[in-house]
């Protein structure tokens, strides 16, 4: 082989793997490193945005218009006013645009006391001791949430996407729309997870446990045009903002975010 068939070949060889997506490469490059502890990744064909926690570095963070005189703001204004790295959804509200629809309790304060009986999973964070993970997605179909409740300060029920044997447990529908849902993987990370494309979320969920992520189980919070993820650390900045599945803005005209009453938000742990 001449030295011109060589560079050719090694010049096809370094455009495919410079352009092709990211879900070729092994898992460890699929993260792009922020600070200790804190990683982003992008699945570009798919428009599927992730921020993985390490909750040995991290701190979960509830922020509750209940609790602050039911002022509601944008994901980037939590963040900005409580100092705040990444905030999403806490969850889907009722009409009242103030109350989680399921369960939901932040230290001494109740936003929401009724357990809903057809949401299947709660987000588990701020543990009382260390007999417990730092955060879990309780699924009340595998594990004893009588037991589990006191053992956290805080509790967010939601529709459950993905069983404790992950397995997608959402029925097939034809709606679609943008998703921003909360992850665990296996090794106990917490991930922020939205996509910028329009699925149904069974669609949705066959995507992520098809992703090389080690997800563990999962958590819907929001969807549509208040489904929202903020991210600002590092230099790094991004909004996602959602939409309905007939939103005219998909054709490029900028989404304005829309004021949420509740959001998970992340901050990093004194060392």
């Known amino acids: 082989m001449n030295w011109r068939m060589s560079l050719f070949l090694l010049l096809i060889v370094s ?8 879900s070729i490469f092994p898992q460890d490059e699929l993260w792009k490193r922020i600070d200790e502890g804190l990683f982003l990744s992008e699945f570009t064909s798919q428009k599927i945005s992730l921020v993985r926690i390490d909750p040995k570095y991290y701190s979960f963070k509830l922020l509750c218009a209940s609790e602050r005189n039911r002022v509601r703001m944008t994901a980037r204004q939590w963040c900005q006013k409580q100092d ?11 009409t009242d645009g103030i109350t989680n629809v399921g369960y939901m309790k932040n230290f001494n304060h109740i936003n929401s006391p009724r357990l809903n009986t057809k949401y299947k999973a709660v987000l588990a964070f701020n543990p009382v001791d260390a007999t417990v993970p ?13 037991r589990l409740k006191d053992k956290y ?28 849902a909360f992850g665990l993987d296996k090794g106990g990370n917490g991930l922020f997870m939205f996509t910028e494309s329009r699925y149904s979320v069974h669609d949705f969920i066959n995507i992520l446990l098809s992703l090389p992520i080690s997800l563990y189980n999962a958590m819907y919070l929001e969807g549509g045009p208040e489904a929202t993820l903020y991210f ?40």
Not at 15 to 22: D, I, K, L, T
Not at 85 to 94: L, R
Not at 134 to 146: P, R, T, V, W, Y
Not at 161 to 178: A, H, P
């Open 15 to 22: 455009f495919w793997v410079s352009f092709s997506p990211p």
């Open 153 to 180: 300060q805080t509790l967010i029920q939601g529709i459950r996407m993905i069983s404790c044997r992950q397995e997608n447990v959402w029925e097939k529908q034809d709606k679609m729309w943008n998703i921003a």
């Open 232 to 271: 600002s650390k590092m230099g790094v900045e991004f909004e996602k903002i959602g939409g309905h599945d007939t939103d005219l803005n998909a054709d490029g005209f900028p989404r304005i975010a829309r004021t949420l009453p509740n959001v998970i938000g992340i901050v990093k742990k004194s060392r």
């Open 134 to 146: 730092e955060i879990q997605i309780i699924d009340l179909k595998c594990h004893d949430f009588e």
């Open 84 to 94: 705040l790295i990444s905030a999403i959804n806490a969850g889907m509200f009722q």
